[in-house]
């Protein structure tokens, strides 16, 4: 069955950086979409990163030249770099199989605090 793994979460200060990795399985990674979303308490879940199968990438505006999403196919595995990490980039992220069946991962937390 189809699987997704996230880990790399944590505390980091505010300026620091993580890297999440989505560790997938049950399905020919490369051959799909694969995203990563945030969930803030009370908000909404958004897109964050997206890679197509061609390794073409798309960013919503608030994480542009912060974070960057790669993908390993040879290891079923896509990381999300993020760098000068904000309070505001505090949420839970989820990793996302793109469809037509749609999966998700358990989630990741990260908190950016001093």
């Known amino acids: 069955q189809v699987q997704l793994v996230e880990s790399g979460g944590g505390l980091v200060q505010p300026g620091g950086s993580l890297r999440l990795s989505c560790a997938a399985s049950g399905f020919t990674f490369s051959s799909y979409v694969m995203s990563w979303y945030r969930q803030a308490p009370g908000k909404e879940r958004e897109l964050v990163a997206s890679i197509t199968t061609g390794n073409w990438k798309t960013y919503a505006e608030s994480v542009k030249g912060r974070f960057t999403i790669s993908r390993d196919n040879a290891k079923n595995t896509v990381y999300l770099q993020m760098n000068s990490l904000k309070p505001e980039d505090t949420a839970v992220y989820y990793c996302?199989?793109?469809?037509?069946?749609?999966?998700w991962g358990q989630g990741t937390q990260v908190t950016v605090s001093s």
């Open positions: 996302k199989r793109g469809g037509p069946a749609v999966y």
